[in-house]
């Protein structure tokens, strides 16, 4: 699945009927605010509150550069991009030519987080501030082609945080006539990256489920009746630890072995993608043990093996 810009008379027909949007982006600031202050919550009474602790640092950090080390308007090239490859994603994190503002956002992560660092994460630190330009692009390439083993998980949190804090820019560059293209639609149409979670959404796109991007941070809409991973219906299943009113459940399928979470904003509104599938770790737990694959990246696990 790709996106295409919306000529003029489809913009005022999908207004007048109503429909509802099958691309969402982000609100960087508010979405930055929002995750930390969740992990936090959440962190309180959790077996894994430290390491979210640990987040919501990193994630203070990405919301201060948001705001003081913002990166150059692309927005024409980008524009180009979507009108002259129709049929591609104009973000593809595999393809797109990143600039070095990404290693300069890397550098001030780092800058910022000494102060939080205990020995072990100062190493890791360290290790990056002192890495050349083409090792940190190599391992930058190796984590967007998902090639976890060759970065690291110590390395790969930082080295994505400031991978997503620069995608998530450029993402708000694209112009906002666009909609996704009919076609497989696991992968974010915007940068074709994996999913952290899917969300049912409450208020005005009430019962409707978006998948929440893992790099650039927008959401695409992806119809409940189907498995987001290999498109069948006829063998979905629905978990959760607590009850059958839980906010949070794993959407598993029968048919590809796969499972996705699924954050129910009507049970709590205050869901948010990253923070709770953090907290919910014990579900994937569950999930392994019965046989089923995780099919979602959480910007703070990455699987090394």
């Known amino acids: 699945m790709s996106i295409k810009i919306l000529p003029q008379d489809e913009i005022k027909q999908a207004a007048s009927s109503f429909q509802q949007p099958e691309l969402l982006f982000a609100n960087p600031k508010n979405l930055y605010s929002r995750r930390a202050k969740r992990l936090r919550e959440l962190a309180k009474e959790n077996p894994f509150g430290d390491y979210m602790e640990f987040a919501a640092n990193l994630v203070d950090i990405q919301l201060e550069l948001l705001e003081s080390q913002p990166i150059a308007n692309y927005s024409e090239k980008i524009t180009a991009c979507v009108e002259f490859t129709q049929g591609d994603k104009p973000l593809n994190a595999q393809h797109f030519q990143r600039t070095d503002e990404w290693r300069n956002l890397l550098l001030a992560i780092i800058e910022r987080f000494k102060p939080y660092a205990n020995n072990t994460i ?179 696990l990455f699987q090394v093996e």
């Open 122 to 300: 100062l190493s890791t630190l360290e290790w990056l501030e002192k890495a050349s330009s083409s090792e940190l692009e190599s391992l930058a390439d190796n984590l967007l082609g998902e090639h976890y083993e060759l970065v690291g998980a110590d390395k790969a949190v930082f080295i994505w945080a400031a991978l997503s804090l620069y995608w998530v820019q450029l993402a708000q560059q694209l112009p906002r006539n666009v909609r996704p293209e009919v076609g497989h639609k696991h992968l974010c149409p915007v940068c074709n990256s994996a999913p952290v979670t899917s969300v049912i959404h409450f208020g005005e796109a009430q019962g409707l489920r978006y998948l929440h991007c893992s790099l650039c941070e927008s959401e695409w809409h992806v119809v409940r009746a189907k498995c987001t991973n290999c498109d069948e219906s006829g063998k979905l299943d629905y978990w959760s630890l607590d009850n059958v009113e839980a906010a949070v459940k794993a959407e598993s399928c029968g048919d590809c072995h796969s499972y996705l979470k699924i954050l129910y904003q009507d049970k709590d509104f205050n869901v948010e993608p990253v923070a709770d599938d953090l907290a919910t770790l014990f579900l994937d737990s569950e999930m392994e043990q019965k046989g089923f694959s995780r099919s979602a990246l959480n910007p703070f």
